[in-house]
């Protein structure tokens, strides 16, 4: 007798035609998330890196982080991504790890 281990299926690719989406659409959508979300998308692509580091995407940051109840404003030292890194992540700034 053979016993079959079959998970639950997965659709893989289903967000596959998400870079190919209009611009505007992209970003209504991206302005829901939280900054971990964004930190995580941007880590993904090359092309969701460069469009979510540049310095046209700081709406994003500035609405993702309003998504987050009692997060201060940025510091004007850092940038959006830079504060988002250092709220929502675990590792230290000094050695890395």
């Not at 046209?56 to 987050?68: H, I, K, Q």
Request: hydrophobic share 40%; with cysteine; proline share 7%.
């Amino acid at each position: 007798m053979t016993i079959s281990r079959r998970g639950p299926r997965r659709r893989h690719g289903f967000l596959a035609d998400l870079p190919n989406m209009p611009l505007d659409i992209i970003q209504e959508v991206l302005g829901h998330l939280q900054p971990r979300d964004l930190l995580h998308l941007a880590r993904t692509s090359k092309a969701f890196r460069t469009f979510l580091m540049s310095r046209s995407s700081a709406f994003l940051w500035r609405a993702s982080r309003r998504n987050v109840e009692g997060l201060p404003d940025c510091p004007t030292h850092l940038s959006e991504p830079a504060y988002a890194n250092l709220a929502f992540t675990s590792y230290c700034f000094v050695c890395l790890s």
